[in-house]
């Protein structure tokens, strides 16, 4: 008999400890709604940005035909970008170049959206100015000891 009172007070205590574990359902319920706004802010940041641009303008390009750069950048115009997709242009302008095995003199593109508007700066090096950075990273090489 003792065994059945001290099986059952130790089943109470332990039903009573267990109630006050529980979160009450408001709490629940309001965290949830926490985890599903952070859910929905963690899918907005994984979005990539995207820019409308309507115009691409490209300038300092001399070795290549406007209408070479015009067929490249025509189809991006008046769409949604992400930094992929002008990543993306500037690929194809640097593949222009090596088509015209233009690739020996360097090419630095940079680019900078103003707006609806999408500007690539191309720096076109001659080969002379590719021969004197060769050497320079070859000094520099030198003292700090790389080979």
Known sequence: MKEIII????FVTLGYNFSFARAPAGEIERAEE???KERI???RLKK???FFIR???VEGVSLLEPEEIESIIL????HWLTEKEIFEITDLIIQAYEEKEYWEAGVEISYQV???TLFIQIKEKTKTEKEIELKNSHKK???SGRR
């Open 7 to 10: 099986l059952i007070l130790l």
């Open 41 to 43: 802010l963690r899918k």
């Open 75 to 78: 189809p991006f115009q008046k």
């Open 141 to 143: 090489d030198k003292v």
């Open 114 to 116: 103003k707006g609806d």
């Open 34 to 36: 926490i985890l599903e």
């Open 48 to 50: 990539a940005k995207k």
């Open 55 to 57: 115009k691409i303008v």
